[in-house]
């Protein structure tokens, strides 16, 4: 069974969340779950083995479907694909990095024009009050 393409295999890249927000109610569900999990595993290298165990699997399929080429180049293709498959998360992670900033510089210069209209109206209000204190001083 294959996957489906991904955004760095030219497909469709999803405009929705990619999980739950970190302040959510269902991240801090998730994030103490796995608390309780580690605090009741005692080795927890051997807790993660099977997971280890199976993308290197999948990364041997991915470079010999066949099981024809030697060991030798099938663990260096192996290596390989772990590598890119890594490097593709890093590239990941720095996407979703950089537009968590951009959304967040974004909010906060929306928030600081609220701010000056506000300030600005104000002050036009105060101008107003005194231009009529002015007048009715004149009269």
């Known amino acids: 069974m294959g996957r489906s393409p991904g955004p760095l295999r030219g497909g469709k890249v999803?405009?929705?969340?990619?999980?739950?927000?970190?302040g959510s109610e269902a991240s801090l569900r998730g994030r103490i779950a796995a608390y309780e999990r580690w605090a009741r595993t005692?080795?927890?290298?051997?807790?993660?083995?099977p997971?280890?165990?199976?993308?290197?699997?999948?990364?041997?399929?991915e470079v010999d479907p066949s099981g024809e080429l030697d060991p030798a180049e099938r663990a260096r293709?192996?290596?390989?694909?772990?590598?890119a498959h890594f490097m593709r998360l890093?590239?990941?992670?720095?996407?979703?990095?950089?537009?968590?900033?951009?959304?967040?510089?974004?909010?906060a210069a929306r928030t600081i024009a609220s701010q000056a209209r506000k300030t600005?109206?104000?002050?036009?209000?105060?101008?107003?009050?005194?231009d009529t204190a002015t007048d009715a001083a004149e009269m």
Do not use: M, N, W
């Not at 999803?14 to 970190?22: D, K, L, Y």
């Open 77 to 83: 293709r192996v290596d390989a694909k772990r590598k």
């Open 90 to 107: 890093a590239l990941l992670s720095a996407r979703s990095r950089r537009k968590a900033k951009e959304i967040r510089e974004s909010a």
């Open 42 to 49: 005692a080795d927890r290298t051997a807790a993660t083995a």
């Open 120 to 130: 600005a109206s104000e002050l036009r209000a105060a101008a107003d009050q005194l």
């Open 14 to 22: 999803s405009t929705g969340s990619a999980g739950p927000r970190p």
């Open 51 to 61: 997971g280890r165990r199976g993308l290197e699997a999948r990364f041997e399929r």
